[in-house]
């Protein structure tokens, strides 16, 4: 299967997820940059990094964290884990990895 497209297909996926919840989302398509996905809703953001079956490696987070820092207080930063097969994605905050 092709990564990029499997990818985008979950990033879709999560997007969708998200709609229904009420949030407004953007999609950074093909931008390489270190969110897939800006959820907005009233109460605040959420960033999120959208990852098939692993969890983002220790450089990623680390440009995760980097880009936390210019965030407003209100931002959650988040990555969502679609494991194959699975109807919901696994959730962590950055906060949560060591």
Partial sequence: MNCKAKGARLERKTIKM???AGYICIR?????GVFDILAINPLGIRAIQVKANT????DERESMRNAAASMPPNALIECWRWNDNAREPV???LDEFN
């Fill in 18 to 20: 998200l709609q229904s």
């Fill in 28 to 32: 950074s398509a093909a931008s390489l």
């Fill in 55 to 58: 969890w983002p490696r220790p």
């Fill in 91 to 93: 959730i962590k905050l």
